[in-house]
């Protein structure tokens, strides 16, 4: 009754890779004892599977985009903040995954229109996370030269990615993100190619210029930012605490920048307080007429 409500229409742009169908535990309900109303007969069940199996086509929620490098890729591992942004609004909102390990603005600048859906594509996104500067930020001298983006530049790149962003969906919540606090000492131990050198690719202090220019660049734009890279050396301990290898997220991490981006979104009336759930919650079905709580999507 609810599958056209539940998934988009095929025009609505490209089909999905897969989809699973997770059904018969609430069927399988005995019908003779309090979970009766649950109850779908066996041969009806049946049916009712190859049914949705015929029709499967796409999505209905509205959609969050997260868009940056290794930092938003890993988000969606075990305590992610992307995986926790996506519990968060379960029900409400989907959040799609955009992240490239080792990327720069220079890269995202090209791939751009080839990563984030077409305006005409379908309704525009609720909101819109860009966390690059990371990469940008290393050391044009050191091993990880190729992914140096000088300072003017990396700006001028989140000016015309949030641009894109805006031409493409005026509507849209647009969140810039610094890049992280960098712990030097760690960068040695944890180098992701042979270091000779034995010296940090990045830096703390060039980090903390590319954060003051990522937070000019939204300013200059008129959109939010979230500098991570103030905010996290304000806490005890953020090297070892917040930092898995003087770059990358810990556990902890992840929810310093999953509550920095659940209280921007808050701050824009984007919350599951004020979306509406896509179908009827559990508790909205009345048991003695559960088909009457789908007539009306």
């Not at 890993?74 to 490239?100: E, K, Q």
Request: aromatic share 10%.
């Amino acid at each position: 009754m609810v599958k056209e409500k539940a998934f988009p229409p095929s025009e609505s742009g490209g089909a999905p890779l897969a989809v699973t169908v997770f059904f018969g535990a609430n069927d399988a309900s005995l019908p003779d004892r309090y979970a009766a109303f649950l109850h779908v007969p066996l041969d009806e069940y049946k049916q009712n599977l190859i049914a949705i199996v015929a029709f499967l086509k796409k999505k209905m929620r509205p959609e969050i985009y997260l868009f940056g490098d290794s930092i938003t890729e890993g988000s969606f591992t075990n305590g992610g903040w992307g995986a926790s942004l996506a519990n968060h609004f379960s029900r409400t909102a989907d959040v799609v995954l955009r992240g490239y390990s080792g990327y720069n603005t220079r890269w995202a600048l090209m791939v751009k229109e080839k990563v984030l859906p077409p305006a005409e594509s379908g309704g525009a996104p609720l909101a819109v996370t860009v966390f690059f500067g990371a990469n940008d930020a290393s050391l044009p001298d050191r091993y990880s030269a190729f992914q140096h983006v000088p300072l003017d530049e990396y700006k001028q790149n989140l000016v015309a990615i949030v641009a894109f962003l805006k031409k493409q969906w005026a509507s849209t919540r647009i969140i810039l993100i610094t890049p992280p606090p960098i712990d030097e000492a760690a960068r040695i131990l944890h180098p992701y190619v042979p270091n000779p050198s034995g010296l940090p690719e990045r830096t703390n202090e060039v980090a903390g210029r590319y954060a003051k220019e990522c937070v000019a660049a939204a300013a200059e734009c008129g959109v939010a930012v979230i500098d991570i890279w103030e905010k996290m050396q304000k806490l005890p301990n953020w090297e070892k605490t917040y930092l898995s290898d003087g770059l990358h997220l810990t556990p902890n991490g992840n929810k310093v920048v999953f509550e920095e981006v659940i209280a921007q979104l808050k701050d824009q009336k984007i919350s599951p307080d004020n979306l509406p759930p896509d179908l009827p919650l559990f508790s909205q079905i009345d048991p003695n007429d559960p088909v009457k709580s789908f007539q009306n999507l």
